[in-house]
């Protein structure tokens, strides 16, 4: 019996079907899942969990002088403001983000990492570089730049593939 293919466009079906579609997607999910592993070991060598450990990351590099506002961080990080807060909110509680509202508009939060986060993430840094050289050590330079064009691409991608997902689920609800 012959499978329906799982995608229709010819680009994605280099030979007719779709099998290297689906090898790619398996590879993909592989490939996701050992990044997790390695962010949740980055955080478990802090003592933080995963989400701890990517919103310490995130603040600290995009931070400015003054901080730098919740809507920022959940906007580059694709979560919504009130799961980067609850997040946030635990890693003031250890001492290693500050809040304090925006002087400029009162209606924002800004996040700065405390130099004690700043300390332990100075330490982990070596491992960090480690671990991504070995991670990513089948790209080069040209290799690069296009696989984090068509990640930023993707993630634009995955965002229209929910929304279809969730019209679907709606209607089968309905």
């Known amino acids: 019996m012959k499978r329906p293919l799982t995608v229709s466009r010819p680009e994605l079906m280099p030979d007719g079907t779709d099998a290297a579609f689906r090898a790619m997607v398996h590879d993909t999910l592989a490939f996701a899942a050992r990044i997790q592993e390695i962010r949740a070991a980055f955080g478990e ?32 990080l694709h979560l ?3 799961a980067v807060t609850v997040e946030a909110n635990r890693l003031v ?19 700065r990492a405390t130099q004690r986060a700043e300390q332990m993430l100075a330490r982990l840094a070596p491992v960090q570089a480690e671990a991504n050289d070995a991670l990513f050590g089948a790209l080069d330079g040209p290799g ?13 991608c995955a965002d229209d593939a929910l929304a279809i997902l969730d019209l679907h689920r709606h209607r089968k609800s309905a």
């Open 45 to 76: 060598l802090l003592g933080l969990p995963a989400s701890g450990y990517t919103l310490l990351m995130t603040v600290l590099h995009r931070q400015g002088r003054d901080g730098v506002g919740v809507s920022a961080v959940a906007e580059h």
């Open 93 to 111: 509680k250890l001492g290693l983000l500050e809040k304090r509202g925006d002087p400029a508009d009162g209606r924002r939060v800004l996040l």
């Open 80 to 82: 919504t403001g009130s």
């Open 144 to 156: 690069f730049r296009r696989f984090a064009e068509a990640m930023h691409d993707l993630v634009g």
